[in-house]
Nanobody, 123 residues
Framework: QVQLVESGGGLVQTGGSLRLSCTASGLSFSSYAMGWFRQAPGKEREFAAAISLSGGGAYFGDFVKGRFSISRDNAKNTVYLQMNSLKPEDTAVYYC????????????????WGQGTQVTVSS
């Protein structure tokens, strides 16, 4: 049974930082590209970042504009999303996802999803 468990969300002020973590079990982690998506109330799920199987390639959504970084530790079956310079519009539930294919920037590319972690940025 595949499980992706996110952690690290919370409440932060504008300009602050958070690091999200997602730990996977039940799959061969190093065989999966990993991604982060977010969904704000009343909006569609939006691509935030993805990292290749080896960690050598990273992709970001247009809104990121250099504020986020993504990394993975295959020995710990964990992917991280470091978020800096946070804005109120970054408020959303952030989801971790796993894909057998590198370079996926749409939700349809990902077969496994976590339950999400809430990020709230106060103004």
């Amino acid at each position: 049974q595949v499980q992706l468990v996110e952690s690290g969300g919370g409440l932060v002020q504008t300009g602050g930082s958070l690091r999200l973590s997602c730990t996977a079990s039940g799959l061969s982690f190093s065989s999966y590209a990993m991604g982060w998506f977010r969904q704000a109330p009343g909006k569609e799920r939006e691509f935030a970042a993805a990292i290749s199987l080896s960690g050598g390639g990273a992709y970001f959504g247009d809104f990121v504009k250099g504020r986020f970084s993504i990394s993975r530790d295959n020995a710990k079956n964990t992917v991280y999303l470091q978020m800096n310079s946070l804005k109120p519009e970054d408020t959303a539930v952030y989801y971790c996802a796993a894909s057998r294919f590198d370079g996926g920037i749409t939700a349809a590319s990902y077969g496994y999803w976590g339950q999400g972690t809430q990020v709230t940025v106060s103004s």
